[in-house]
Structure formats: C-alpha cells, structure tokens
C-alpha cells in the first residue's frame, strides 16, 4: 500500500489496479509483447484526463503496434480522428488503401506542415527529418523532390538513422538525382550493416544484379568477409577477376577458394598464389603459399618450400637495403625464415646466413651470417658447411682490410704532423720587437719627439746626452705628466692597440 500511495503522489490519474498491471508488464523489460503493450494502453486509456495523458496512450499503442499488435490499428485511428499527428501519420501509411484520395492528401498535408514546422525549430528532432525526407521523396503533402529527400535523408543518417542511409544508397543506386552511381550505394549499403544488416543485405542482394564489373568485385569481397557466404563470393568475385585481371584479386580469390576449403579448390588456390607471386611478383601471394607449406593445414607441410616462398616474397627488395633501427626484419619473409631458422630448421639457417652473408636484404654482417652458417651445419646441412668456410675467409679479409686502412690513416697522420711543425718552425719570428734608442731624456718641455726631417725650429728646450738617431716617427707623443709615450697619435682615441711604454726608466 506504501507503495501505491507514492505512486499515487507521482501520478495521480493511474488507478491501483491498473498500477499493478502496468508495473508487473513493464518488469518483463525486453521480453514485452506486442499485446502486453497494448493492455499498458489500454490501462493509460482509462485514466486520460488532459491532452498529456492521451500522449501517453498513443504512445504505447504505436509502440504496440511496431511490435505486431494489430488490434492496437483500431485505436490509433481514434485518436487519428482527434488531429494527433503521431496517430495520423501511422493511419496515413498504413489505411492508404482505405483511404480517399482527397483525405490521404488532406492528412498528409497536416502531417507534412506539423513536420515542417518541427523540423525548421529544431534541426535535431529525427523523427522530423525521416517524416519530411520521406514526404518529399514520395510526394506525400507536397511536391516531390528528390535532391531535398536526399539532403534530409544525409542529415539522418548523421544523426544515426541507419535505414536513412539506406534511403540515400537507393536514391544514388536508381539515379534519381541524376546519373546512377553504384559506388556511392554500395558504400551506404555497406555503412548501414552494422546497425541494420537485414536491410543492407538486401540491397546488396539487389546490386549483385548490376553490371558494373567492379561493385560484382566488391560485393564479392563483401560477401566473402562480412556475411561469410563464400558460394556468392567467389560467384561475383570470379566475374570480377575473369574481367579485370590484377595480382590482388587473383590472390583474394584464391583466399577464397582456401576459405572454402573445398577439394578443388585447394589446386585452383595454389595456382592463383603461384601465378601472382611469380608473373607479377606479389607479395604477399608468396607469403600466403609460405604459411601454407609451413603450416601443412590445405596441403602437405614442406618446410623448405615454406623457406623459399618466404624467400621469394622479397624479391623486390634492395640489394643494398639498410637496416632501419626500429624494424627487426624489413620484410615479413626474412621475419618468418628467421623464426624457422629458431626452430632448428637447418634450411632455413642457411639462409639467413645468406642472407647476412651477401647483405642483399638485411645489413651485411659476416660475424651474424657464421653464426647462422655454423648452426645450419651442425644441424646437418653441408652446403652450410662449405658456405660457412667462405664466409670466415671473407671476415678474415675485410678484418685485414680494416687493419691497413687504419695504418695508411696513422701514417698519413704522422706526415701532417710533421708538415706542421715544419710551417710553425719556418714562420717563427728572428727576433723581438724593440724600440729604436731615442738616448736618455733629461727634460720636458715639449710633447713632439725630434724628427730628422722636422725644421730646428720644432725641438725647443729639449737636451739629450747623446744626439739621437736618424729616423722617422711622426705620430709618437710623450705623456710628460706620467713620462710615458704612445706610439700614436694621442688624439686618436680609438688606437688599435691598447698599450703604452713606459719611458721614466730610460
């Protein structure tokens, strides 16, 4: 009773025994009928007092109806005859046969402008957007038009309606807009399977009936790793490659007749790897034929074989490829011999000695390739033992090789070394730099030194004690206040040297 009086204070309307029935239905949760829907209904029904209660209402009776309850037709046409739209829109697709012309198109109009005006205020309202797309893509309530279907049936799908998606795959599959474009379709098709994969498949079933050799390989490919009916697959893919002949789809279809496992198509397989891997040097064809013989699941296990087709799948490689540093192997084949050369798979040691030996897919490296070679000739393989004497000779001269390149750099060294001692002895300087002997000085009266080339009349009050030599030396001054002189003039002052000698001592 506590209960049904909480009840009662959320919704007042419901009657306790329709309470009960509604809770009791409702905890059935996914496993709700389409006539326990309706008695919901029909429980709502009978405690209507305003326009939101008969909301309600409608709602569970469309709802039981997209379950299967049939009955629930009878009373939506009610409130279809009250003007609810919701009601109207389900009697005008689903009683357009007993309808008359003139009252579908009357109540299409409705709809159509109740829609519009949903639509125009919020642009997010789904039910709005496939209600117009679909009024504008049948003609229902106004004019058809194709282009704007399209557009409102893009703008659902955005929003998450997958089988809108389907309607923009149909649109562009007819060519309603225009010309016919298969690939637009095909990918809305393919889009849409993971939400509504009844409905996809179906069209695809209907565009497998298309011409266009390419969507034949496409809905092969669809077919064979999505719906995993292989029979269809390779019937549309068959035609695809009988048409337009290229290394991959010969290796797809061969994926596909080892996929089906059966006895002839085992043979048909092989011959499809081999025809790719060898003619057109794919791949990923000589891969596939090394993991068969490896693995010995569709034909009988040869672990040579196995080596050599994983071998040949670096046919294109580089002769002198580098090693990146953040790739162990650079090609899935030398990865898979190497983990047969782990195995103890002698074949396979000797080659990836080889393979180390001649440098021709990994980085050179005689020291690795002994390695290998040793191993392959204690498990038993003599031509490793024969490869592998080669190889130490092979280390031994490039490791000589080495030795006097390091001794021609040393001596070259050493010879310009000596070259420039040779050039530092030859550049040194005879002798210091000094001063010409100007005789002692005994007194101060003028700044100039006497200059053999001045007039008399320049050297006033200065005596020596011994007559100066003849030489030039116009910009030398004398500080008389510090005694010292600057062999420049001193009214530069930005001089290039920053010294000055100090004559007191003289």
Known sequence: MALFKKQQTKQKTISFADYQIIQRLQEKGDGMSGKDAYEIALCYSRNEYDIEDEKRTLLWLLKAYQMGCSSALQDIEIYAKKGRISAMKVIAEERSDRLLPKDADRMWKKIFTYYRQAFDKKASDLEACITLADCYFYGRGTKQDYSEARSLYHHAADLGD???RIKVGEIYEFGYCGDKNYRVAFDCYEKAFSKEPKAAEEAMERLSQTPDINIKGLLGQFYFEKLKKYDQAIALFEVAYQKCYSKSSAKFLADMYCARNQEADIEKAIGLYEKAALNDCYED????????????????????KAVDWYEASTKKASKKFVLPPFFLFPYWGVEYISRLANQNVAYAQRKMGDIYDRGYLL???????????????????????????????????????????????????????????????????KEDFSL?????????????????????????????????PSCSYPD???????????????????????????VSDM
């Open 162 to 164: 997958e089988k809108s």
């Open 285 to 304: 064809a000589a891969m596939a034929l090394g993991k068969l013989y490896e693995e010995g699941i569709l034909v009988p296990k040869d672990l040579k």
């Open 363 to 429: 980085e050179q490296d005689y020291e690795k390739a002994i390695n290998y070679y040793t191993r392959a000739s204690q498990n038993g393989d003599t031509e490793a033992t024969t490869l592998l004497e080669k190889c130490r000779e092979k280390l031994r001269q490039k490791q000589k090789l080495e030795q006097e390149k390091v001794i021609k750099e040393f001596e070259r060294g050493v010879e310009e070394l000596k070259i420039l001692l040779e050039n530092m002895e030859s550049n040194k300087p």
């Open 436 to 468: 010409p002997d100007f005789g002692k000085i005994t007194s101060f009266e003028n700044t100039v030194l006497p200059d053999s080339s001045a007039p008399s009349s320049m050297v006033n009050d200065v005596s020596y004690t011994e007559s100066a």
């Open 476 to 502: 030398i001054t004398l500080d008389i206040a510090s005694g010292i002189y600057n062999p420049y003039d001193a009214t530069t002052s930005d001089s290039p040297y920053d010294y000055y000698i100090d």
